[in-house]
């Protein structure tokens, strides 16, 4: 379930109708519906950040759902807010609020914020503000940790493939026998080589090979 808060926006006194005023985004996640009050105490503590800032709240981005994965509802609409320069910051209370689907991921998010011109700033964790005094080292320091964890994955990858060999492990997809003899009883059927193929588990391609290598 998720929900976005546009239209009672004025209701807040903090929403300043100044155009030079920074625009902010809220995002506020919680993963199970019979926690919404907790989504109502993260978002009071962040319309009070962005009052004290003097920050405009042009939207509120809410989901009821875990952050493993980022087809969330809302998650995508912020995203696609943020690729057409709706607004100018986002905040979030953590960045575990914000995602958490694990190191890598999680910084790419804020690379692609970042490619939009978008800011970012978590509320408990002053470290991650791409809006302040240490702006370019922040986003430095996130684009360089994303690569390094990139690095790490295919690192792990490589050693993993290294052990199955030395194991004497077969690695990609497993051989699938194909009989002449079969092929050509089925394509005696009348049977098409896509309808051969699926009848022998394999594709349309390894099917020709298979016949023309054993009949040459």
Request: charged fraction near 25%.
């Amino acid at each position: 379930m998720a929900t976005s808060k546009l239209s009672s926006l004025a209701a807040h006194a903090q929403f300043s109708n100044n155009p030079d005023t920074m625009r902010v985004a809220l995002y506020a996640r919680v993963s199970t519906k019979d926690k919404g009050q907790e989504t109502e105490n993260q978002l009071c503590q962040l319309r009070e950040f962005a009052d004290r800032n003097g920050w405009r709240i042009v939207a509120e981005y809410i989901d009821y759902e875990s952050g493993k994965a980022s087809d969330r509802a809302q998650f995508q609409q912020m995203f696609n807010a943020a690729s057409k320069r709706q607004f100018d910051v986002l905040l979030f209370w953590s960045l575990d609020r914000l995602s958490r689907e694990g190191v890598l991921p999680t910084l790419q998010h804020l690379q692609r914020l970042t490619s939009y011109s978008i800011g970012y700033r978590s509320f408990t964790e002053q470290y991650f503000d791409s809006c302040g005094i240490f702006r370019d080292a922040v986003i430095a320091i996130v684009a360089t940790v994303a690569k390094q964890e990139r690095i790490r994955i295919s690192e792990r990858v490589k050693a993993g493939l290294a052990t199955a060999r030395h194991k004497g492990q077969r690695l990609g997809r497993p051989r699938v026998f194909v009989s002449r003899s079969r092929i050509e009883s089925l394509r005696q059927e009348g049977k098409s080589w896509r309808e051969v193929a699926l009848e022998l588990g394999t594709n349309t391609a390894t099917a020709r090979r298979a016949y023309a290598l054993e009949s040459s």
